[in-house]
């Protein structure tokens, strides 16, 4: 009786204490990176924490605080790009792990959004948190203001918000960029994407593209880069297979890492896979120096206005009046007149 009533209380009992679930440390995993410090200086070893301004690392005999700033690059240990976020006044850049174009798009599907006009609609992408966004300028040329449709996520799906009168902040006319300040509400937090260096994409790269071609929000397609530096409307563009149609314009055109490399512009109705888009680097430079491309709507005279050259003259002839031919019965009208007023 006692060996039953002890058998018992021990099948009761939880033989283990309930604990905390810890992921485990594997050699190789996610929480082992390499931080290259450049000059051929790499750290290996264990994140315990980072911050913005530092990286925590466990060495294995010691643990170390490393100064995000001394770090050109952070890696794991099968070479993926982590971690280091870059920040400028209307853009960012980072160091971002490969990701498949269903990850990508999920990642960065909140910060693209619908320009919507009086005479149409594009797309556009986020730069800055504040309400900074990149589109094209034949989606907004005429406008001072225009409608900006985002797509935050909430509670498992997207809810569609629009924010109105989002004020044309600069233009380029000839790289055929602007850039469109919102006022998001408070209780928005917007999304940012990142801009990566067009000039590392190669010839077979994939890329993808999210916008709202003839409306429908949302559509993601992708292809290739077929030609890196094919001139258009006398700029250099990428040169496409992603599927660009109408409504595509001003969206952005990402990498494999989730980096935008490019502007969707343009194509070609009725072929296929005969697209282009503005390199990022003439996003990044736009950006940089959008006071000197800033649009006063105050000012009917803003912007530039070619004025039609004049004819050449002829050198060396003299202008002579060419007599008019005339019709039969201007000739008899004349003669008849002629003999009723004799001289």
Request: proline share 6%; net charge positive; aromatic share 6%.
């Amino acid at each position: 009786m006692l060996l039953a009533t002890l058998t018992l209380l021990f099948s009761v009992q939880d033989p283990k204490p309930a604990v905390p679930s810890v992921p485990a440390i594997k050699p190789g995993g996610k929480e082992i990176e390499v931080l290259d410090l450049g000059n051929g200086c790499k750290l290996q070893g264990r994140v315990l924490r980072a911050t913005e301004q530092m990286v925590l690392l466990d060495l294995g005999f010691d643990v170390v605080r490393v100064p995000l700033a001394s770090v050109l690059r952070r890696e794991t240990v099968e070479g993926k790009r982590t971690g280091r976020v870059v920040r400028q006044k209307l853009w960012s850049k980072a160091e971002l792990p490969q990701l498949s174009v269903a990850e990508g798009s999920k990642l960065m599907g909140e910060a693209v959004v619908k320009v919507e006009t009086g005479g149409g609609l594009g797309s556009g992408f986020i730069t800055h948190e504040d309400g900074w966004l990149v589109t094209n300028f034949h989606v907004v040329k005429g406008e001072v203001e225009v409608d900006v449709v985002v797509y935050p996520v909430a509670n498992g799906g997207f809810e569609p918000r629009t924010i109105r009168k989002a004020k044309v902040a600069a233009i380029n006319p000839a790289m055929d960029l602007a850039l469109v300040k919102m006022e998001p509400p408070k209780d928005l937090q917007l999304k940012t994407v990142y801009l990566g260096a067009s000039d590392e994409m190669n010839v077979g790269d994939a890329v993808y593209a999210i916008g709202a071609p003839i409306g429908l929000d949302r559509t993601v397609s992708s292809g290739i880069v077929s030609v890196t530096n094919r001139t258009f409307e006398g700029r250099c563009h990428f040169q496409i297979t992603t599927p660009i149609n109408p409504g595509n314009s001003g969206g952005p055109l990402f990498n494999l890492r989730g980096e935008v490399v490019g502007v969707n512009s343009s194509g070609y109705t009725g072929m296929q896979g005969l697209n282009f888009a503005i390199p990022s680097k003439y996003v990044i430079d736009f950006l940089n120096n959008r006071d000197a491309f800033a649009l006063d709507s105050t000012r009917s005279e803003n912007g530039v206005h070619y004025m039609p050259a004049p004819r050449k003259l002829k050198i060396g002839k003299a202008a002579v009046r060419t007599p008019q031919k005339q019709t039969p019965e201007k000739q008899q009208a004349k003669k008849q007149q002629t003999n009723k007023n004799p001289k």
